[in-house]
C-alpha cells in the first residue's frame, strides 16, 4: 500500500477512534454512550489489524465491541430500573454535588498522567536506536516452544506464569460476581427473528471459538480469543430468554471455572515434580500441554465472561424469575 | 491490482466516516445503532481488503469475529428484560 | 483476465456501499434508512467478496469469505428487523 494512501487511511481512522471516544465520554445519555461504544470497539479492531496485530484485533473484535457492549447495556438497564422517574428526568442535567466534581478531577488527571506516560515512551521509543533484541530472542527459541504462533509461545510458555497469574485473577472476579448473590430476572424469550438468528449465530460461534483455540497454535488465535467469542454464545442464549444457556450445574460449574488456573497449576506442580522447572515444558510434550491448558482455559475464560454478563449466580432451571426484595428460593440444586 | 485495493479500503474508510457523521447526529438509539451496523459491515470490508493488500489471512478471521459479533451487539440493544421496560 | 473480473466486482461492490451510506445520511427517516443501509451494504460485500475470491484464486479462501458474507447477511438481516422493531415499539410507547 502506497504510502499516500496509508496516510489517507491512517487520518481516516485516526478522527474516527477519537471522534467516537470523545463523543462517548461526552453524551448525557448512558445508552447512547455505549453505543457509541460499541461503535469504538469495531473501529479499534480495524486499527489493531492496520497495525498488524491480528491476535489484539481478534480480542477487540470478540471482547471489546459485543461482550462489553452487551454487558454495559445490561448495566444501564438495572441502574435505570433502580432509579425512580423523577430522578431519572435529571440525570441528562449536571450534578455538581462536591464529591462528583472531585472525582471528576481526579479520574481526569489520572487518564492525563497515563496519556502522557504513554507518550514520553512512545517518544523514547522512536527517538533511541531500534532493539530487536525481543523479537530475535523470540525467534531463536520459537522451534523448542510447541508452537508457531509467537503470540502463543509468549503467553503460554516463555511467560506461562504471567498468563496463569491471569487466569487466577479472572477466577478471583467470579467470586466477586457470585458474592453479588442471585442473578436477576433475564429476558423475554425471543421473538421468531431473534430466534432465527439464535439457531445458527450461536453454533457458528461455537465452531469459531474452536477454531480460534485450535488456529492459535500455528496463526493468530489463542484460548482467550476463543474464549470470548464462545461466551458471545452464552450472551446470545441468555438475550434470547432461554433458560439454558450453557452454562452447566452448580457444581460442575464451579470446577469448570476453577479448572482455568486449576489445569495450568497442575501441569507446573507435575513438571516441578519430575524434576523440571515450574511450568517448564518437555520439548517434545510442549504443544499437547499448551493446547491442553487453553482448552481448560478457554472454557473457565469463557464461563467468567458470561457469569459476568448474568451478573450474579445463575439459577437453576425451573425456579421462578426472581425480583428484587423478594425472599430467594431455597436451593434447588441445577437440574439443567 | 494493489492500487486498486488501495484505493478501494480509502473508499470503505470513507463510507465509515460517513457512518460516523450519522452516529453522531442521529436523534435517537435507533439511528445510532444502525449507523454501528454500517461501521461494522464497512469494517468487514476493511478487513477483508486489507487481508487481501497486506497478505494476512489472520485478518479475514478478524472479519469473520467482527460480524458475529456486531450481530450480538445488535442483539444486546434490543434484548427486552422479563418485567423490564426494554 | 481474472484480474479484470475482480476489479469490476470491486468497484462495483464499492458503488453500492457508498450508496447505501449516502443512503444514512440523506433519507428522512429511520425505516427507509435501514431499509437502504442493509440492502446496499450487504450486495455491495458480497460483490466484494466475489471480487476478493476471483483475486484469491484458492478455493479454501474463496469459501471462507463467502461463509464471511453469509454470516454478514443473515446477520444484518436480523439486526435490522430487531432494530426497527425495536423503533416500533418505542413509538408505540410514547
Redesign the interface.
Known sequence: MNSTSLLVFDVLLLVSILSLAWASLATRDARNSVILFMAFGLVLAVAWSRLMAPDVALAEAAIGSGLSGALLLAAVYRSRGQQPAAQQQSTGEHNTSAATVAARWAVTLLSAAVAGVLAWALLHASGSAPHDTLPLAIAANLDASGVSNPVTAVLLNFRAYDTLLELAVLLTAVLGIFALGPAAAGYRPAGPVFAGLTRWLVPLLILAAGYLLWAGAHAPGGAFQAGATLAAAGVVLRLAGRQHIGLPAGGTLRVLIAAGAGVFLTVGLVLFMTGRPFLGYPTAWAGTLILLIESAAMLAIAATLVLAFVGGRPQAAGTPAHTAGAKPVPGNPGKE | MTELLSLSVLALMFCLSLGLVRILLGPGAGNRMLATQLIGTAGVGTLLLLGSLLEQPALYDVALILALLAAVAAAAFTGVREGGDG | MA?IL??IL??A??FF??A???G??RLPD?YS??HA??KA??L??GL??AG?AV??QDLL?AL??V??WL??L???A??????????H??EAED
Open positions: 484480474d475482480a476489479a470491486i468497484l461492490g464499492l456501499y457508498l447505501g451510506s449516502i444514512l445520511l429511520l434508512r435501514l443501509l442493509t451494504d450487504n455491495g460485500l466484494l467478496v476478493l483475486h484469491a479462501t471462507k469469505l461463509l464471511i454470516a454478514v443473515a446477520a444484518s436480523a439486526s435490522s428487523h430487531l432494530i426497527a422493531q425495536h423503533a415499539r418505542q
